[in-house]
């Protein structure tokens, strides 16, 4: 059976507030609330998708970045960093 992503994202993201309570708005890492890193990972596992491949799926679904509260700009890009990171160990 087919699930709307859209659908699937809103859902999870009110079961992962109720479970997570007054601990869903705290940032893990920094940068994202709780409850995002948690929608975000179930999207990821419902896509079949690689965790690094999710940021640059998500700056084509405006949809499900609208309904996270995330701008698809702050989204990490996994090919920068790792080419930042094999820079600063070749010096």
Same mark, same amino acid.
């Given at each position: 059976?087919?699930? $709307?992503?859209?659908?699937?994202? =809103?859902?999870?993201? %009110? !079961?992962?507030?109720?479970?997570?309570?007054?601990? +869903?708005?705290?940032?893990?890492?920094?940068?994202?609330?709780?409850?995002?890193?948690?929608?975000?990972?179930?999207?990821?596992?419902? $896509?079949?998708?690689?965790?690094? =491949?999710?940021?640059? %799926? !998500?700056?084509?679904?405006?949809?499900?970045?609208? +309904?996270?509260?995330?701008?698809?700009?702050?989204?990490?890009?996994?090919?920068?960093?790792?080419?930042?990171?094999?820079?600063?160990?070749?010096?």
């Amino acid at each position: 059976m087919e699930v $709307d992503p859209l659908d699937f994202v =809103e859902q999870c993201r %009110r !079961l992962v507030k109720q479970a997570l309570g007054k601990h +869903a708005g705290e940032p893990v890492s920094g940068r994202f609330a709780r409850w995002k890193h948690f929608v975000l990972h179930y999207l990821r596992l419902e $896509d079949g998708h690689s965790y690094r =491949e999710t940021p640059n %799926r !998500l700056k084509y679904m405006t949809e499900i970045c609208d +309904a996270l509260g995330l701008d698809p700009d702050d989204l990490p890009d996994f090919y920068s960093r790792r080419c930042r990171q094999l820079a600063s160990t070749e010096r």
